[in-house]
């Protein structure tokens, strides 16, 4: 069954430090998504990709926060410089189209930084 | 905007014994709604949608869900509970959109005692 991966699954990163999660989404989806969720907290929406554009963003995702698609396989998140409240675990998402609305989603890369 | 509730941040039950986890929405439109749930160290993993027609929905393993408009609810049910039941669930809120993020509830954490 196909699947979404992430890497790496846990990444320790000191406090201003840039650092690059990555993900392969599902082969044939469109749409790609990032989300986190602090220890304890809810799941939080960070940003949506479509057409290799930003199509959707929170506030959380400020100008520390990038994403790209720049093999047409993975699909990455970069914190420019890390903060202590950057960490959580951060999940990527697809989803095939409008006509499914299902989000696909992996394992997860827990981010800590000191 | 769309906002999802879990009253229950942590609920215990028996093995074999019947399950319902509350969540309760706040939309301005038609909503789709989910379940998914995340196990130890898994990603997220859809158990049911709404879209459309028939309120009560069913579910992989065993779950189902009712969407009440009146109520604004879509509860989580499963009428005998496995151990391997024992993780977290979110509710989560959307549109008919490939590219609108999801918008979850805290989450309820589930442990099952034998």
């Known amino acids: 069954e196909p699947e979404v991966t992430q890497t790496p699954s846990h990444q320790v990163t000191q406090m201003g430090q840039e650092v690059i999660l990555r993900c392969v989404p599902i082969?044939?989806?469109?749409?790609f998504y990032w989300y986190r969720q602090i220890l304890g907290q809810k799941v939080e929406f960070l940003v949506s990709?479509?057409?290799?554009?930003?199509?959707?963003k929170s506030e959380i995702f400020d100008d520390q926060f990038s994403v790209e698609r720049p093999d047409g396989s993975n699909f990455t998140l970069k914190i420019r410089s890390t903060k202590l409240e950057d960490s959580a675990m951060y999940f990527c998402?697809?989803?095939?189209?409008?006509?499914?609305?299902?989000?696909?989603f992996g394992e997860g890369s827990r981010l800590t930084v000191l | 905007a769309q906002s999802v509730t879990q009253p229950d941040i942590h609920i215990t039950v028996s093995e074999g014994a019947s399950l319902e986890l509350r969540c309760n929405y706040s939309?301005?439109?038609?909503?789709?709604l989910f379940w998914y749930v995340q196990s130890p160290g898994q990603g997220l993993q859809l158990l049911l949608k709404?879209?459309?027609?028939?309120?009560l929905v069913q579910g992989i393993k065993g779950f189902e869900a009712e969407f009440k408009r009146s109520q604004s609810s879509f509860n989580l049910r499963k009428p005998s509970v496995h151990w391997s039941d024992a993780a977290e669930y979110f509710c989560?809120?959307?549109?008919?959109?490939?590219?609108?993020?999801?918008?979850f509830g805290k989450g309820t954490r589930l442990s099952v005692i034998a």
């Open positions: 939309y301005g439109a038609t909503p789709y």
């Open positions: 709404y879209f459309s027609g028939d309120t």
């Open positions: 998402a697809s989803s095939a189209g409008f006509d499914t609305g299902e989000l696909f």
């Open positions: 989560a809120v959307g549109k008919f959109s490939g590219n609108t993020p999801l918008v």
């Open positions: 990709f479509y057409n290799n554009e930003i199509s959707e």
């Open positions: 082969s044939n989806h469109l749409y």
